[in-house]
């Protein structure tokens, strides 16, 4: 397999990001959901948090990789026989996620540096805080972090549904080449 994409197939560099980005987006969804309920008692209460917050700082370092790379590597075209409504609908839905990821890291972030006080990403380094001075800034930030998550997965699980769709019901590449089964 190759690293750069190709005119009908995605290159290993994409795929690779692909899923590594679908697993950080539900696992980071589903600690998310279990660390909100935790109390002050809890082993968890501080290292939840920490993890969740590095592992999304470095979700968005590779998420700025990809939008470099999806620019320097053209992805594959449109599957012959979807309609322009499907090709339409496929690049909404994508844009929709991008603009989803880079929304909910951001607001993560406004909610983790609102007291002034940098991140930590596990301890290699620490990102400073920019931003302090919105009113109400961490509460405003977590309203829009915690609805734009929920609306991440709900259109992540359509992506999926919508490939699972092409794969059995179409009959079509369009998943194959995400798996990387050249010339599928």
Do not use: C
Not at 90 to 111: D, N, Q, R
């Amino acid at each position: 397999m190759q690293w750069r994409n190709s005119p009908n197939n995605y290159g290993l560099v994409s795929i690779v990001m692909h899923w590594l980005m679908a697993a950080a987006v539900f696992g980071l969804f589903a600690l998310g959901y279990w660390m909100v309920g935790l109390n002050y008692y809890s082993n968890w209460y501080r290292t939840a948090p920490d993890i969740h917050k590095s592992v999304g700082l470095v979700l968005l370092a590779l998420m700025i990789f990809r939008v470099i790379w999806r620019f320097s590597s053209r992805g594959p075209g449109p599957v012959p026989g979807h309609s322009s409504l499907v090709h339409r609908a496929t690049k909404v839905g994508h844009g929709l996620l991008y603009l989803g990821l880079f929304a909910v890291m951001i607001s993560g972030y406004l909610i983790s540096t609102a007291d002034g006080r940098g991140i930590e990403v596990f301890g290699w380094f620490e990102v400073p805080a920019l931003v302090t001075s919105i009113p109400n800034q961490e509460d405003v930030a977590g309203l829009v972090h915690q609805y734009l998550a929920w609306a991440l997965v709900i259109l992540s699980g359509l992506h999926a549904l919508a490939a699972l769709k092409h794969h059995f019901i179409d009959r079509d590449s369009t998943l194959d080449r995400m798996l990387g089964r050249a010339d599928a």
